[in-house]
């Protein structure tokens, strides 16, 4: 990759010289470009927009560097350079921090640099860009010579209408590059002009007409038609400025009334910038300011001194549910501005916490900028503007909101740290929690990541003393953590000689739950698609030989398959475990669960969440808003009920079905599963009134499932960190997986097969173990076929090394880049 940063990044250049620029396009592809750059007026900066050709197309660039000579390691001769378009910024989009860190981001992930700037950019403020081109007046008179010249064809082409004709249209007469030289020809021969033209649907600054009365105009003597006074009255009104839309609604006047006004020296009308505020409903509360506890205060002492000191360090912040990490979070921050400088904050999903949001705008107010995807693109593009102005300097975000342009980092916190959303999971492929590690050592910021439920990772760098370990053991007013307790399912299954989705202790809890007029929360855990085979009387799965994990089924070809090794097994008859008839498993879904509980207890008022419902968000807020004030007794929804929202009243959770999530082909399933349960404990009984937590699992003595009910996050640590280290998982090894996709499944397996002999030829040194080609869990998705590689390696040089040559190779023997996907520290592997 050519990233070679210019030296002098940010002087601009002397006029009328020629240079070169450096870009990154938003492309599937793994280099820069270099383009020719002549231009008398405009001076390119680093990190700003520019338009170039690439192939047939002109697209949106980054330039990333710019060189007076043309430097010796663009090995490309000079005449075949293109020239670049138009630049659009005069002020650079990226900062060079930012573009930095995404170059990092680049290299590290192995994603395209210009894919990740533009993922560090708010959406749509590029404009489409259209190019024309329109006849002269000595194009127009020109003879015709010849019929068939690629010039005659385009002169014909053009002289069919008086109106710009779009380049577009001229594609289909031969190659974008041939139109590009001719039309370049007729250019300066004068037979044509071209213009550029920029589409106007992309995302700016928004203006608005505000109206103001002009306090002299009330002494003239003006004749007024009733129109005119009702314009005035709705004026009047107000104390200030008001917005012409409002005057023209209130008094019922069309533009043209008010527009007279302002020629008669009535009022006057100005256009302003405003600010899309994405709060403006909020309603504000005086922030809450407590005295800190004890083990609070020691935390926050250590933190503080790190961000006084101005130089990176990262702690890790283990405290329970309820500990009072928020409101470390919110006080560190304050100390990062009460110095000058920036803080920001990393969450891993705000729509579920829009409470949260308000609470720091309570503490910090116009300071706080949120970057969120839900928010509309205006507002995300003045968020952003805000802080790169320096107006905002407190970010609220999810993971892209690590890109953000804020100024003099200091803080930067990421809130539930262990959460697999932080890491994107399409291209570019990047980890927002590892990012922001990144970042802070690059500007010498101090990360704090929080977590009741740390990553295994993240607990292994604080043993190792990468991180320093920070912990708020107990819950703020000593609440006592919920009861959890496990319902043997297989006891369950004896008693009624048949599988029930629920279990007689569950169903009694709840039904005594509604009648002490308290709620409960049914969760499903169902990560990923995948079933598997289990047997519903001793509660055994079938594991791979080779790699520990639970072999998926699949009912196709009636065979049962391991996701990282393609290690195949037959579907047994007999359990080899107890000797009894296997049953599948099927797993049910939440709408199955509401109708049983309706059915069970007609009287419950029970309701659902689930991608169905969150997908309205309205219809979900209004379902949480009816929890929250008691109109609901039950709500059943999956996983992502059990993050981060506060009902007092909840004081019974009950687990449907733990076993899907800790079955799941992925060295991850039980660390998420302990995640789930411990975050589901922290759930219940958060009011006055003590929690309970039931399991209903066939897997009574798994260590997850133990570790999780007794509270013990070191315990699990111990026993899943030996796992991991046994067998060669992460943290112990460096991981990266290869997707290999298309709609041909003979070539995509082709593909796959060619792939790991190139991997082969990469490690003949054996220093990393390759495994796979595989079908991925996900064996089909949106119409294509996938089968997955596993490169594990103890040096993570060597691992990017053997894949980076099996890329090469592979490209060298034309198969499709664009069908292989590297993921650099997948989080999950489906
Ligand atoms: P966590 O982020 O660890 O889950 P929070 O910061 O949300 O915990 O704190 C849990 C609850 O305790 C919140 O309602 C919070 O307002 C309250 N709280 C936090 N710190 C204190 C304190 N020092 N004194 C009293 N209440 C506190
Ligand atoms: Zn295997």
Known sequence: MNNHLGTAASTTLKPSSSCYVEVAVPLHVSKTFIYRFSSEEATPQIGVRILVPLGRKLVTGYVVAFYE??????????????????????????????????????????????????????????????????????????EHTDEVSLTAKILNHLSTTSQPTRRDSLSHFASMTQVSRT????????????????????????????????????????????????????????????????????????????ITMEKKGIVSINTEVVRRDPFYDAQSQAPSNYTLTAAQSSVLTEIESAIQNGTYSAFLLHGV??????????????????????????????????????????????????????????ERFDEWSRVKAGEARVVIGTRSAVFAPVKDLGLIVVDEEHESSYRQQDSPYYNGRDTAIVRAQKESAVVVLGSATPSLESFHN???GKYRYLSLPERIGGRPMADAAIVDMRNVFARHGKQGVFSDELLEAIKETQDRKEQSIILLNRRGYSSFV???????????????????????????????????????????????????????????????????FPTLRVARIDKDTTSNRRRFEKILQDFSDGDLDALVGTQMLAKGHDFPNVTLVGVVSVDAGLALADFRASERTFQLITQVAGRAGRGDRPGRVLIQTYHPNHYALRHACAQDYEAFYEEEIRYRQNHSYPPFIALASFLVHGPDL?????????????????????????????????ARLKGEHRFQLLIKSRSRRRLREVADAALRAAAESRTNLRSINLEIDPVSLM
């Open 534 to 600: 289990l047997c519903r009387s001793c509660g055994e799965t079938v594991q791979c030989k080779n790699c520990d994990v639970t072999l998926t089924y699949h009912r196709s070809e009636r065979v049962m398959i391991c996701h990282y090794c393609n290690y195949r097994e037959a579907v047994p008859s007999v359990c080899r475990h107890c000797g009894k008839d296997y049953i599948h498993y099927v797993g049910e879904g939440t709408e199955q669960l509401e109708e049983l509980l309706k059915k069970a």
């Open 746 to 778: 003979s070539k995509v397996r082709n593909d796959a097969l060619e792939l790991r002999k190139h991997l082969d030829l990469a490690n003949q040194d054996r220093t990393s173990r390759i495994l796979g080609p595989a079908p991925a869990p996900l």
């Open 183 to 258: 039309l370049h020809e007729m250019e300066n021969e004068g037979l044509i002009e071209r213009t550029q033209t920029q589409s106007n649907s992309f995302v700016k600054t928004k203006q608005m007409r505000f109206v103001r009365l002009l306090p002299e105009s009330l002494t003239r003597d003006n004749k007024l038609t009733s129109a005119q006074e009702r314009v005035i009255a709705s004026l009047k009104r107000q104390v200030q400025k008001v917005p012409l839309q409002v005057v023209l609604k209130e008094a019922q006047v069309s533009a043209a009334t008010v």
């Open 69 to 142: 000579a043309l430097p010796p390691h663009f090995a490309s001769s000079e005449s075949e350079l293109k020239d670049a378009g138009n630049v659009i910024d005069s002020v650079p989009v990226c900062t060079s921090q930012i573009l930095d860190l995404t170059r990092w981001v680049s290299d590290y992930y192995a994603s395209p640099w210009g894919e990740v700037i533009k993922a560090a950019l708010p959406p749509g403020i590029s404009p489409a860009i259209h190019e024309f081109v329109s006849l002269t007046e000595e194009g127009r008179t020109q």
């Open 462 to 464: 604080s043993k190792n």
């Open 321 to 378: 549910t309820g500990s009072g990490k928020t409101e470390i979070y919110i006080r560190a921050m304050r100390t990062a501005l009460s110095q000058g400088k920036s803080a920001m904050m990393l969450v891993p999903e705000i729509a579920l916490t829009p409470v949260f949001s308000r609470r720091l705008r309570e503490h910090f107010g116009e300071n706080v900028a949120i970057f969120h995807s839900s928010l509309k693109r205006g």
